[in-house]
């Protein structure tokens, strides 16, 4: 069973990091370009480029804000129905009278949800535990806090939601296969 939450969580992971820095990069890169554009492609020079990396890389936290939720969204569907190491999580109907075997996105907003609020508040007790543990002997206790280390925090905390995932909601439930 330890095998199962660990592959499904890095599976989760995996498509977590896939999309969300996919998607940040393109947004990015298509920001970039249409401020180019907008101050008339000036030539490309050595100063030109270094000034599109900096919008670039100026743009592309903020976006992976954004992509991130995205992703975090999208992720939990690939997670039902799929049999790895024996076990699969299957999510029922409302009423819990039968599987649903195509899970869809819509299938998945209540289920969101209450997994999204489970997963902040242990990223909360992550946070709390990190900056109590290693960092007290600093004055400014969230100077070292940024979205990367955010990113990090969620992708640590997926890992418990996982293990309590089919405790916490009626809906979902680990079965043999």
Known sequence: MAKFYFFIWLRWVTRVVTCSVVLASIFSAVITFVLYALKGFAPLSEEVFFALENIFYFW?????????????????KYIFSKCINGYKFVLFECNLSAEI?????????????????????????????VSSLFFTFSSDVFQWFSIYWLFGFILVGGYVGFLLLATRFKRIKVRRC
């Open 60 to 76: 592309f936290p903020i976006v992976l804000s954004f992509t991130l939720l995205v992703a975090l969204f999208r992720s939990l």
């Open 101 to 129: 075997l195509e899970v869809g996105y819509g299938d998945l907003v209540k289920v969101w949800r209450r997994w999204f609020v489970l997963l902040i508040w242990l990223v909360v007790v992550e946070i709390i535990l």
